[in-house]
């Protein structure tokens, strides 16, 4: 008996589409979903930051002043559509998210928060310190806005959030083919289910 | 005096950036997010088929089998995500999506509809006349289930679905630079307005 989760049985499919597409550096770009109060869908691109090991969430960055805080904050579901070019395969990944701030007690959450900051570029770390994401574009007003001390890799802005997606349920299309292969995994209670379905 | 919409102001740039990536066949892709019933959000890569001539609407295709239909018919709001690898260019075009089916009676939408079914591939007709998307897999049952007579380029099965998805916001991000440039362009009953905003 152990309480170190098993590798879902996506993560090998998944680990080779990266291995496979790790010659562009936008394959580990993947497009993030979320529902706003008024129920109309949000979406944009996020970059994976790697898995929280043990386990099968996907680590991803951003500013708690995003409008995707605000709205995971009241209804944690997502799915990621994540699009691989050179071998054309597509993950869907739907599950829900967990935020992880400045304030977030749990220990081994915070030391990952702590790990994904420090490997972040200057230029990343930076991008915490700027004005309001979306609103009127700061430096029209004050030249200076953008021109920011930056942050050391020691220690995370209060700004910086890691978005831990844990996914329930994971969709693997294959292009290449005719008919193509499109495989489901679903999560329950005892463990992962799999099956074959059509494109 | 006319009644052919203009041009909308992200057009330009939208034509831009599908002209200087135009190398790379996967540059014509996007993630279409919509919600399901239970406000869950729903996200997968379509293909851009298009505008419809005249104004500002993105053509996609789909069956009338899949999920999004159903979600589209209960909640028409989208959101787009498209990124241009080669010049780091991110839109997001928010907006709602009409459907044009077999059963549609406006003239102007089912040419539409008919125009884009006969630039398709023989394999894309095919599909239409395929068994249901994200049933269990036909061939383990029936190995002759996806052997089907392509479907003439002159007559759109009745499966097949024409989306038009009309955005009113639409959200440019220039990756390239630091800070990077972004820009939200809002169509207001009187047109589109446009300004600056902080990455």
């Given at each position: 008996?152990?309480?170190i989760p098993d590798l879902a049985p996506w993560r090998s499919l998944l680990a080779k589409a990266l291995h496979q597409n790790r010659s562009l550096v936008y394959s580990r770009y993947l497009q993030l979903a979320t529902v706003t109060a008024d129920r109309k869908p949000s979406n944009r691109t996020v970059v994976f930051r790697g898995?929280?090991?043990p386990g099968n969430r996907l680590q991803i960055?951003?500013?708690t002043r995003s409008e995707k805080i605000a709205q995971i904050a009241v209804n944690p579901h997502v799915e990621a559509c994540w699009y691989f070019p050179k071998t054309r395969v597509q993950f869907r990944l739907a599950g829900t998210i967990a935020i992880v701030t400045s304030t977030t007690t749990d220990e081994t959450l915070q030391a990952a928060r702590q790990t994904v900051w420090g490997k972040l570029s200057?230029?990343?770390?930076?991008?915490?310190?700027?004005?309001?994401?979306?609103?009127?574009?700061?430096?029209?007003a004050d030249s200076s806005a953008f021109d920011v001390e930056t942050p050391a890799p020691t220690m995370p802005l209060?700004?910086?959030a890691l978005l831990l997606l844990e996914p329930d349920r994971v969709d693997q299309l294959q292009l290449r083919g005719n008919p193509q292969q499109r495989q489901i995994f679903t999560?329950?209670?005892?463990?992962?289910?799999q099956r074959e379905v059509n494109p």
């Amino acid at each position: 008996m152990t309480d170190i989760p098993d590798l879902a049985p996506w993560r090998s499919l998944l680990a080779k589409a990266l291995h496979q597409n790790r010659s562009l550096v936008y394959s580990r770009y993947l497009q993030l979903a979320t529902v706003t109060a008024d129920r109309k869908p949000s979406n944009r691109t996020v970059v994976f930051r790697g898995f929280l090991n043990p386990g099968n969430r996907l680590q991803i960055i951003t500013d708690t002043r995003s409008e995707k805080i605000a709205q995971i904050a009241v209804n944690p579901h997502v799915e990621a559509c994540w699009y691989f070019p050179k071998t054309r395969v597509q993950f869907r990944l739907a599950g829900t998210i967990a935020i992880v701030t400045s304030t977030t007690t749990d220990e081994t959450l915070q030391a990952a928060r702590q790990t994904v900051w420090g490997k972040l570029s200057d230029n990343a770390r930076s991008g915490f310190a700027w004005p309001q994401p979306g609103a009127d574009r700061a430096d029209c007003a004050d030249s200076s806005a953008f021109d920011v001390e930056t942050p050391a890799p020691t220690m995370p802005l209060d700004k910086f959030a890691l978005l831990l997606l844990e996914p329930d349920r994971v969709d693997q299309l294959q292009l290449r083919g005719n008919p193509q292969q499109r495989q489901i995994f679903t999560r329950s209670a005892t463990g992962w289910e799999q099956r074959e379905v059509n494109p």
